[in-house]
């Protein structure tokens, strides 16, 4: 069974700090996505990394993708109140099995 | 409008009592998924839809869950007899052709008291 566990569960961070979420595996993926999810709203998806060793950049948020494929990572640099959300990542099988596995989410509060 | 909606936004009723819940897709999207969310646990994967191709209903948790898809559109929840363990953020999502990238609607919120 494939699993994506993402860390740290919960973070209450200062405005202007910098963070760093985390979403590992023993599995590979054929890409990853990040999600962000307000209170009231479904996900609105972020990015998606494919190629192993991938970096993205969004603004102040900064997505890699593991050589192996295996895990990801979101850093935000001077988070800001609005950055407020819960972030969720999810992988695409490899191979014929190209189910969305999804993470239990890192719940982000910026404190202006 | 452009983009997933989902009805009724906010549901109450109570254990043992029928609900129906709404999705209306973005247009052109073939793909429709229906996922359940409950506080602290992440999205947990309910039923598939492709065109017109049989649904993967391997997520459903009990018979008391259905789903269908109406002229590849529009696509109704129903959970029968309600418990209070079906409490739950159910979002539908819908995507086009193939691709892995989902567009969510709002949810409903289900309360069964």
């Known amino acids: 069974t494939q699993l994506l566990e993402q860390s740290p569960q919960f973070l209450s961070i200062q405005e202007g700090e910098n963070l760093t979420v985390y979403c590992n595996s023993s599995?590979?993926?054929?890409?990853l996505q990040w999600y962000r999810q307000e209170p009231g709203e479904g996900p609105v998806l972020l990015v998606t990394?494919?190629?192993g060793g991938e970096v993205k950049k969004l603004k102040r948020l900064t997505f890699q993708f593991g050589d192996a494929r295996k895990d990801s990572s979101l850093h935000i640099t001077a988070a800001q109140p609005g950055d407020t959300g819960l972030y969720l990542c999810a992988g695409v099988g490899a191979g014929n099995n190209r189910k969305l596995i999804w993470g239990l989410g890192t719940s982000l509060a910026v404190n202006p | 409008g452009a983009g997933v909606s989902q009805s009724p936004s906010n549901k109450v009723t109570e254990k043992g009592k029928d609900v129906e819940l709404r999705c209306d897709p973005i247009?052109?999207?073939?793909?429709l998924y229906w996922y359940r969310q409950s506080l602290g646990q992440g999205l947990e994967f309910l039923i598939y839809?492709?065109?017109?191709?049989?649904?993967?209903k391997s997520g459903l948790p009990s018979d008391r869950f259905s789903a269908e898809r109406t002229g590849g559109s529009v696509s109704t929840l129903t959970i029968q007899r309600t418990q209070q363990e079906d409490s739950a953020v159910y979002l539908c999502?819908?995507?086009?052709?193939?691709?892995?990238?989902?567009?969510f609607g709002s949810g409903t919120q289900l309360s069964v008291l």
């Open positions: 839809f492709q065109g017109n191709s049989a649904p993967d």
């Open positions: 599995s590979v993926f054929s890409s």
């Open positions: 999502a819908s995507s086009f052709g193939g691709s892995e990238k989902l567009f």
């Open positions: 247009s052109g999207h073939t793909a």
């Open positions: 990394v494919v190629t």
